[in-house]
């Protein structure tokens, strides 16, 4: 004989599930967030490979801020054309999920997959690279030796370190 919940319970049920839930996104979207910040494992947080940013960024922050607003503006402007879309990703990698799970494994659908996004990247990157020439092309010569001159300190004083922190270890 099993007893039927009261609606305070079934309330109270609700909301601490509720809770639970939103506990769980919490710390998921804290994990994710830092995870997102700091590259994840590796030497100083970059993971053990270097990412696309990695390699442009010294290029971008050593421009004045006027100059970055212009080259964030030419990529807004410019990107959508050689851009994916969200669905057209999602259809890429719906593809790949496919090509990945058909017996026997189909290695000719993934590579098109792979090609088909290396050409997205591609494409944005190339629109990233005339976008920054651009720029530098339209400085004088004193203003291009003085982005060289920040470019070099950049690159000398490597990536930005956390403050507190000394050799990756806290200061004691």
């Known amino acids: 004989m099993t007893q039927e919940p009261t609606p305070r319970r079934r309330r109270l049920?609700?909301?601490?599930?509720?809770?639970?839930?939103?506990?769980?996104?919490?710390?998921?979207?804290?994990?994710?967030?830092?995870?997102?910040?700091?590259?994840?494992?590796?030497?100083?947080?970059?993971g053990d490979l270097p990412g696309l940013r990695s390699y442009a960024s010294p290029y971008v922050q050593a421009l004045p801020p006027e100059a970055r607003r212009g080259l964030h503006g030419k990529m807004r402007a410019s990107g959508k054309a050689h851009h994916l879309d969200r669905e057209a990703r999602r259809a890429l990698y719906d593809e790949m999920l496919a090509a990945l799970r058909a017996e026997p494994f189909q290695a000719d659908v993934a590579a098109a997959v792979l090609a088909a996004q290396g050409e997205a990247a591609?494409?944005?990157?190339?629109?990233?690279?005339?976008?920054?020439?651009?720029?530098?092309?339209?400085?004088?010569?004193?203003?291009?030796?003085?982005?060289?001159?920040?470019?070099?300190q950049r690159l000398e004083a490597g990536p930005p370190r956390k403050k507190g922190k000394r050799d990756g270890r806290p200061e004691r």
């Open 13 to 46: 049920m609700r909301v601490a599930l509720g809770l639970s839930l939103a506990l769980n996104v919490m710390i998921l979207g804290a994990l994710g967030g830092a995870m997102w910040r700091h590259g994840g494992p590796g030497p100083h947080g970059g």
């Open 122 to 152: 591609a494409g944005v990157q190339q629109v990233a690279h005339d976008a920054w020439l651009a720029e530098v092309s339209a400085m004088d010569a004193a203003a291009r030796q003085d982005y060289a001159d920040k470019l070099q």
